[in-house]
């Protein structure tokens, strides 16, 4: 199969880039990975008028630790985040959830920003993000803006993002005090997406009670979501197997699963129950084992 034609940029900066998007935007895709997109383009269910070729953006390929905050450039590759030192030593969370997103070849290629902007409700990292607390900044001609998850997701595979408009970094909030982060999901074979996927990062207060609780769930509805509910539950409590029960129950309550051919939506609900009590047991488990940051 081949793409449909189309004009080809390949910008040396971001200025430049978004220069083009200011004049092509409407018509134009970015290309980053394109482990989402290339698929798209072959099988002729996109066919942009122009494709706009971020990879040349060093100035976007970058981890930073800054204060509060991980920031990650958006073509930074998903392997470069997976093995760098904080998040192989302190940040299980965004490790695993990386380890489950498709397999080592395709995350040695594909960036984090094309993960986040794709959109994709069955994917890990977004619910991640959500769980860490985790921004997104987007920049264009006229400025930039910081947006939370929950701003950026509209439905399935939608953004609010204007076509003026690139995604220039995620930001991760960092834990602070005792803290522990898992990823659990239910997939067919390991690099599959998420049928259903549960995110959760806690810090402990120095008395052993939950300071904070993150909990983002994918394959759970159109976009990825933060179970508001069960981390107000949670928080405040000391870690308990009945309270984490009841916050699974409150996360299934919270999900808008729909049916498709792989299991039903009342399966799903069942599997968010299931396991948003198996991520809280790991993370408690990590937060416990680990030093003070
Ligand atoms: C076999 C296989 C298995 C996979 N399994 C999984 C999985 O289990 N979980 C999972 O989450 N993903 C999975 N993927 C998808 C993969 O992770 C992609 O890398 C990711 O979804 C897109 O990242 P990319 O950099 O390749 O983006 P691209 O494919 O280049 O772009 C994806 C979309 O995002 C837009 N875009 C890209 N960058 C930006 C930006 N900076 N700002 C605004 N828009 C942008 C593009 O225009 C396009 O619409 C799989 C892919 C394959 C081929």
Request: aromatic letters at 6%; charged letters at 25%; glycine letters at 8%.
């Amino acid at each position: 199969m081949k793409p449909a034609a189309f004009d080809y940029y390949a910008p040396d900066t971001l200025e430049e880039a978004l220069a083009v998007l200011a004049e092509r935007g409407d018509e134009a895709k970015i290309l980053a990975g394109g482990q989402s997109l290339v698929p798209l383009l072959n099988m002729r269910l996109a066919k942009p008028e122009a494709l706009v070729d971020i990879n040349r953006l060093a100035e976007l390929d970058y981890i930073r630790e800054e204060d509060d905050w991980l920031a990650v450039g958006a073509i930074t590759r998903q392997r470069a985040l997976e093995r760098y030192p904080l998040v192989r030593q302190r940040l299980p969370l965004i490790a695993d959830s990386l380890h489950y997103l498709g397999h080592a070849q395709i995350r040695n290629r594909g960036t984090i920003g094309g993960n986040l902007a794709h959109a994709d409700p069955a994917s890990e990292l977004p619910a991640t993000l959500v769980a860490m607390g985790g921004e997104l900044v987007v920049a264009s001609a006229a400025g930039r803006r910081t947006l939370a998850p929950e701003e950026f997701y509209l439905t399935y595979l939608t953004t609010t993002l204007d076509p003026t408009e690139l995604l220039v970094e995620a930001r991760f909030r960092l834990p602070t005090g005792r803290h522990g982060g898992a990823f659990v999901e239910l997939s067919r074979r390991h690099g599959d997406y998420a049928m259903v996927g549960v995110a959760v990062q806690l810090e402990l207060a120095p008395d052993g009670t939950l300071a904070r609780a993150g909990i983002g769930m994918c394959g759970a509805g159109p976009v990825p979501i933060k179970a508001a509910a069960a981390e107000a539950l949670l928080v405040g409590e000391r870690p308990s197997e009945q309270v984490f029960a009841e916050a699974g129950v409150r996360a299934a309550e919270q999900a808008e699963p729909e049916s498709d051919i792989h299991a039903s939506a009342d399966y799903r609900r069942d599997m968010v129950r299931v396991l948003t009590v198996r991520a809280l047991r790991l993370a408690l488990q990590r937060a416990t084992a680990a030093p003070d940051r």
